[in-house]
């Protein structure tokens, strides 16, 4: 034992003057205000009478629920499954009935109402049945997709899901892993009390994660002004490889890439991710409910909050995902008087929660019961000054004034040059501003509105493409409805010239006295007769086949032998002329073409003296 504390103060000592650490630019150093809640160990939140779990805690798309109103639920039983790639499931953090999946108000900076299941507890907490997973003798893919069903998401405040930082395809580049328990924000202390504490614990999950990534190197980076659980890492690091790393006390050492600055001296490009160059970073208490799943089958049901601020007793508590924020605030002491609200995280980078009541979800490290005295409400913004303190202050290198003012004056396209989205909103900028101008509020709102313009003109793309679709749609349709015709129209012109050598409307005269008979000509003169005929008996058919336009048997008939006479002669006529062979009158048509017409006309008189009566009726 006197040898760990030797080892660890000398480690300490060593560390003390932070060598091989490497510092960023930038950065602040607020009041941490930490002392106040890691006076008392951390508390265990009895169950409360409800529990209301938001399905979206977590970056990525909201679980599907499998459950509903009425269900008997037990401990860790899921109750909603991961959906899609990016999602994580939730499961019932104690035995009960699910008395209600409808909307209300959840902790998210909007303060709007979302989906939520809530259960009513059954009093027994009976744990579903677990499945321990021996996870060093089974398949690696196995163990990450099996996680894909344990809820754990990034528990520093990311909440972004655990399996898929996990995921390697079976050829993982990751050398480095690096456990971040940095927590450099002012006033949340639960990694801090989770490390003094459960450090053993958290050592088991960093071994499964390394061994998952397949990385041959582990840091674990701690600030300085947590000697003790520096301490306590070290000593439960002592039998492996782990390297316990103590870091300078500087807002946001806590941010992965400043983190990974300081204890390994690379810079991220802005464009790649840490893991393109074979670095993975995990939050302790991740780890911790990592070792929980595998070792205990146990899944996310609970987390470690800090309670801090204007509370009569300031401390940690092990809470289950749901309780009331209240039930909170009431095991802390509860509020003092002089409170005007509650922020979720810390003061830098942390949000107002709503009014109305809301529960704890998984991305609720910290609830801080603010006062006047301890967050004065801020002097009203003054112009800039451009004294350049805030590019001075910022860790990721950007010019926080000129983005303050293509933001102000709603010149986005300038604020994304200016890499508008490379800025993590840590709230050094504002932090050191003489002119208390809400710079990080102006960046949201920049970043928001190009967020909404870009999905407008997404959806306007989408549109677009959906008209040419559409378009193009009805032009293919036009062009097969002409196809179809001309297939159509070919089969009748195919009928009817099968037809023609049995018809007798056809005057064999003109076939005889045409001395080409066969020729072009002649087929092509014929076949038009036989068309005009065969559209003449069509047109009488339809015409016997309506009796209101029909006023009687007999003019039909004679209608259609009118025109059947007509479109003979024409054809016969056209032939004729054609050819240029028959003898011709003086309008150019054969004798017998003629006397066709003739009769024709005799035929039509006769009709029109018989029909106009009875139309007449
Ligand atoms: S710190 Fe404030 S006043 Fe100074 S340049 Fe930046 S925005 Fe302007
Ligand atoms: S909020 Fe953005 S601009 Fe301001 S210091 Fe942080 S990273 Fe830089």
């Not at 655990?162 to 924000?185: D, M, P, R």
């Not at 991220?268 to 409910?289: C, E, M, Y």
């Not at 501003?433 to 003109?457: G, N, T, W």
Request: hydrophobic share 40%; net charge neutral.
């Amino acid at each position: 034992m006197h040898a760990i504390i030797h080892f660890a103060s000398n480690l300490m000592r060593g560390d003390a003057t932070h060598k091989n650490v490497f510092a960023f630019n930038g950065g602040v150093h607020p009041l941490d205000h930490k002392a106040e809640s890691t006076t008392r160990a951390i508390s265990k939140l009895a169950i409360p009478e409800s529990l209301t779990l938001p399905l979206r805690q977590h970056v990525g798309y909201i679980p599907k629920v499998k459950v509903q109103v009425g269900d008997h639920v037990l401990k860790g039983q899921m109750l909603a499954e991961a959906e899609g790639t990016v999602s994580a499931a939730i499961h019932a953090p104690t035995s009960g009935i699910v008395s209600a999946i409808n909307e209300q108000v959840i902790p998210h900076p909007s303060g709007l109402p979302d989906t939520c299941i809530t259960i009513t507890p059954d009093g027994k907490d009976s744990w579903q049945q677990l499945h321990p997973i021996d996870w060093r003798n089974t398949d690696k893919k196995a163990l990450v997709d099996s996680l894909r069903a344990s809820g754990i998401v990034g528990l520093g405040g990311a909440t972004f899901p655990t399996h898929i930082k996990l995921h390697t395809n079976g050829k993982s580049n990751i050398h480095t892993l690096v456990i971040n328990a940095a927590e450099c924000e002012p006033y949340i202390t639960c990694d801090d009390m989770l490390m003094r504490e459960r450090a053993d614990e958290v050592v088991r999950g960093i071994e499964i994660v390394q061994h998952l990534l397949g990385a041959e190197k582990c840091i674990v980076g701690v600030e300085d002004n947590k000697p003790q659980a520096a301490s306590a890492m070290t000593s439960a690091c002592i039998s492996n490889d782990i390297i316990v790393k103590v870091v300078p006390t500087l807002y946001p050492s806590g941010d992965a890439r400043r983190l990974i600055h300081l204890l390994l001296a690379i810079e991220i490009p802005n464009d790649k991710r840490s893991t393109d160059v074979g670095i993975q970073v995990f939050n302790v208490a991740t780890v911790l409910a990592i070792y929980r799943y595998f070792v205990f089958g146990e899944p996310s049901i609970s987390r470690i909050v800090t309670v801090t601020g204007n509370v009569a007793q300031p401390q940690n508590f092990e809470v289950l995902f749901g309780t009331p924020l209240q039930s909170l605030i009431t095991a802390a002491g509860g509020a003092k008087k002089d409170t005007t609200h509650f922020i979720m995280g810390g003061p830098m980078m942390g949000f107002d929660l709503p009014k109305s009541p809301v529960p704890i979800t998984k991305a609720a490290n910290c609830i801080i019961a603010a006062a006047p005295n301890l967050f004065p409400t801020p002097p009203p913004a003054m112009p800039c000054i451009r004294c350049a303190r805030c590019a001075d202050a910022c860790p990721v290198n950007l010019q926080p004034q000129e983005l303050y003012w293509f933001s102000k004056s709603d010149d986005f396209e300038k604020a994304s040059d200016y890499n508008l989205f490379d800025c993590i909103e840590c709230g050094c900028c504002t932090y050191v501003c003489p002119s208390d101008i809400p710079l990080v509020q102006y960046y949201r709102y920049a970043k928001s509105e190009i967020i909404v313009a870009d999905k407008a003109k997404e959806a306007a793309d989408l549109a677009r493409e959906r008209n040419d679709f559409r378009l193009a749609r009805i032009e293919r349709e036009k062009l097969e409805r002409a196809q179809k015709h001309a297939e159509r129209a070919q089969v009748g012109k195919s009928d009817i010239k099968a037809s023609e050598a049995s018809t007798p409307e056809v005057s064999p005269e003109n076939k005889v006295s045409s001395p080409h008979a066969g020729s072009t000509v002649s087929a092509a003169t014929d076949k038009q007769a036989a068309i005009a005929a065969a559209i003449a008996r069509a047109k009488a058919q339809k015409l016997a086949a309506t009796p209101t336009t029909a006023p009687s048997a007999e003019p039909v008939d004679k209608q259609a032998l009118i025109a059947a006479a007509i479109a003979r002669a024409r054809a016969a006529k056209l032939a004729a002329t054609q050819a240029g062979l028959a003898p011709k009158n003086i309008d150019g048509v054969s004798a017998a073409v003629q006397t066709e017409i003739n009769e024709t006309d005799a035929i039509r008189e006769k009709a029109k003296s018989s029909v106009e009566p009875k139309i007449l009726d």
